[in-house]
């Protein structure tokens, strides 16, 4: 099958790809195939495709480059093994994430799997041949079996099913996949699925304890509903982004100059009750608390996220305690600490309402007397903090301002005790509260730093890296 890697178009045509891509609500990666399956190729002048697809450059990962560029498993090998369980439609899937962020998937079934899946589907999104027998002349002639124990970088067995558990916490290698996973010294990450009662029954416990006791690392299952049904528990297999990020995690080999230190972060609004289903909120998303702490996380820092309510996903690897009020949050960052950093990104409500009712408030019919509200001044969660005896060695705050946004954050910097204020201007105008991007200044006793408009992520890795720097100074002055 062709592929087309757009790292290899010339910049022409590969804006009319990304043209065409977006007219038609694909990606660059679904454009592309679209086209070959066509037997088309690109003509840029006229923004139309014709021709033959031997004409193109083949390439492939190219049309990913967008998806994750800083996934730590990129350019990797992974082995998967694919064992027959309902589940294993979902490893359809997984290998689509994997792909995306350019890691190379080399795939086993067992004879089990392709009764609830196709070689042939498995194939198409993989790219590569997929293996199943273990007697095989062409693949054993230079012991295959071996090779691809060897060749990966981690072996991921999803679905894993009962009996492969079985297998393998037992030694046993009678098809390829319990060959390979033999025959293979490397790490090999298991994502279980099957019914609860399966899971649970003293076999598989003994089993999967067995296996986590020779270093297979197991993700999942998950509770919840399952095929059969009527049926809930423990046995659903872990979401196929869960088991991306695991893998990323695994093969993560950048350095972690932050290892060893502890980290609080606040992020997302507050919610104060005005009564049980009425509260006085504000617009922040949390995007950029969460970017900071993901960041902080991937730098080796071990985070604590104090977050209120927003509707972003739990980033993995850190401590996420989710809060309310402002009073939750403040309880949840002083039974956090102590920390080495502290990092308040929320934007914590002022006031709370001291007069909310127990119960909902309703209209008086007829009645033209206004609902007033009394509000009381929350608690200074940056402020307690840059003040504590045992201060944190790094204290840093946002400041969100709609207008004298160096002033106010100066005196912010003064008045709180931090030690960096990071300033950004929320006027409605600059569209960034709530947006996917921001522009900052760094103040410090340094001075003032002007950052570009960068994407959240962006701003948070600059941020990271600062405060890296910031801890290798710290220990050459020692
Ligand atoms: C419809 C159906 C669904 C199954 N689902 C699962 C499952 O989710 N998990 C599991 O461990 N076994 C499941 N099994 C049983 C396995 O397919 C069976 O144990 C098989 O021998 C596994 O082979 P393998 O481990 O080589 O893939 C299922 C069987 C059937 C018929």
């Known amino acids: 099958m062709a592929t087309i890697t757009v790292r290899n178009l010339d910049g022409k045509t590969k804006q009319a790809l990304r043209e065409r891509a977006a007219r038609n609500g694909h990606s660059m990666e679904e454009e592309a195939r679209l086209l070959l399956n066509a037997g088309s190729i690109l003509d840029h002048e006229n923004q139309t495709f014709s021709g033959s697809v031997d004409a193109l450059k083949v390439v492939d990962e190219a049309s990913n480059v967008s998806v994750d560029p800083n996934y730590p498993a990129r350019g990797k090998t992974v082995l998967l093994i694919i064992c027959g ?29 392709g009764e609830f899946i196709t070689p042939l589907s498995v194939g198409a999104l993989s790219h590569s041949k997929v293996y199943g027998e273990l007697f095989n002349r062409e693949d054993e002639q230079d ?120 980290v609080i972060v606040t992020a997302g609004p507050t919610h104060e ?33 104090v977050s209120g309510p927003v509707n972003l996903n739990e980033p993995e690897g850190l401590n996420c305690i989710r809060v309310e009020s402002a009073e939750e949050m403040f309880q949840a960052v002083k039974s956090s600490l102590p920390a080495d950093i502290v990092i308040m990104v929320a934007a914590v409500a002022d006031w709370r309402v001291i007069n909310s009712a127990d119960e909902k408030i309703k209209k008086k019919p007829g009645s033209r007397n206004p609902v007033s509200l009394k509000l009381a001044e929350n608690p200074d969660i940056l402020k307690f903090v840059g003040h504590l005896d045992q201060r944190p060695e790094l204290v840093i705050g946002f400041a969100a301002e709609t207008q ?55 701003v948070a890795r600059r941020l990271v890296e600062k405060i890296i720097s910031y801890f290798e100074a710290a220990v050459i002055d020692v």
Not at 279 to 287: F, P, V
Not at 293 to 302: D, Y
């Open 143 to 262: 012991i295959g079996h071996i090779r691809l124990a060897r060749e990966a970088d981690l072996i991921v067995v999803a679905p894993a099913t009962a009996n492969i558990m079985a297998k393998i916490s037992h030694g046993i290698a009678d098809d390829l996949a319990s060959a390979v996973l033999l025959a293979s010294n490397g790490k090999v990450l298991i994502a279980p699925a099957m019914n609860p009662v399966m899971w649970n029954n003293p076999a598989t416990r003994r089993n999967a304890d067995t296996l986590e006791g020779d270093g297979f690392r197991i993700i999942g299952p998950n509770s919840g509903e399952m095929a059969e049904q009527s049926e809930a528990g423990r046995g659903r297999m872990a979401e196929p982004m869960e088991i991306v990020s695991e893998i990323g995690r695994i093969l993560d080999t950048r350095a972690k100059p932050l290892l060893g230190l502890k």
């Open 85 to 113: 369980g309902i589940a294993a439609y979902k490893s359809l899937d997984l290998i689509r994430r994997l792909k995306e962020r350019c890691v190379k998937v080399r795939v086993v079934m067992t004879h089990a799997a």
């Open 273 to 305: 009750p005005i009564d049980p289903v009425r509260y006085i909120a504000n617009r922040s998303s949390g995007k950029q608390g969460y970017a900071i702490a993901s960041a902080l996380s991937a730098a080796g820092a071990q985070v604590n996220l």
């Open 404 to 458: 004298n946004v160096i002033k106010n954050a100066k005196a912010k910097l003064k008045r709180k005790g931090a030690d960096w204020i990071v300033a950004n201007d929320v006027s409605p105008e600059t569209g960034i509260m709530g947006g996917d991007n921001n522009k900052v200044k760094l103040l410090s006793s340094d001075g003032v730093e002007q950052w570009p408009v960068l994407a959240k992520d962006q």
